[in-house]
């Protein structure tokens, strides 16, 4: 077999494996894989981090989400027929790879019911407003992408969000919302990855 044609067969693999990184790199994990618990303030506000202590937060692709729980025991939420409650996230990246997406997913509750859903969200980077789409208002899957610009290492990155809760009966003790959440990497920063691992293990075919 000469050289162009093992070129040739190969190059399918190459693209299906960059593909491959490439979707790997933007799975969902942080490195610690952490589980926090939060508790409403009188308000109904929920504070999570703050400008002198951030949450931070290190990408992993391989690692699982950072995981939430929300419970009232002012009994703030209580209106069976939904409330609002705003959540304010202040999140470090201590990571080393820029973020361009955030995803979050309201989990069911302990009925096995999921009918909290996000109203409304807003973004800023180091105090600054920032531009983004978002898709997902209105349900329990939230996915903000194409930032105006990417979240560095060393940015904090700010998130308040409204969410419509639909908690537990009156006098239940669990949790009144349960959230999964996560950064994905910048995408040139995925490819550049990808693209790195195929060099290397073309050098070690070319060795062999």
Not at 12 to 37: E, H, V
Not at 100 to 115: F, K
Request: aromatic share 6%; glycine share 10%; net charge negative.
């Amino acid at each position: 077999m000469n050289a162009l044609t093992s070129r040739l067969k190969f190059t399918p693999i190459l693209t299906l494996a960059l593909l491959m990184m490439c979707n790997t790199a933007l799975a969902q994990g942080t490195a610690t894989g952490m589980f926090t618990s939060h508790f409403v303030d009188p308000g109904p506000v929920v504070l999570i981090g703050d400008a002198i202590s951030p949450i931070p937060i290190d990408l992993d692709p391989t690692g699982a989400p950072w995981s939430k729980s929300i419970t009232d025991p002012g009994g703030v939420i209580t209106n069976p027929a939904g409330e609002l409650l705003t959540m304010i996230e202040t999140i470090l990246n201590v990571g080393t790879e820029p973020w361009l997406d955030w995803h979050e997913q309201i989990l069911p509750n302990a009925t096995g019911v999921s009918s909290s859903s996000w109203i409304s969200v807003k973004l800023s980077i180091n105090g600054t407003p920032i531009g983004f789409s978002d898709m997902g208002l209105g349900t329990g899957n939230l996915w903000l992408d194409t930032f105006s610009q990417p979240v560095l290492p060393g940015d904090i990155l700010e998130i308040i969000k409204e969410v419509e809760v639909f908690p537990l009966s009156p006098g239940s003790t669990g949790p009144i919302l349960r959230i999964q959440e996560y950064p994905t990497p910048e995408p040139a920063s995925a490819a550049l990855i990808g693209i790195g691992s195929l060099v290397l293990f073309g050098k070690r075919r070319s060795a062999k």
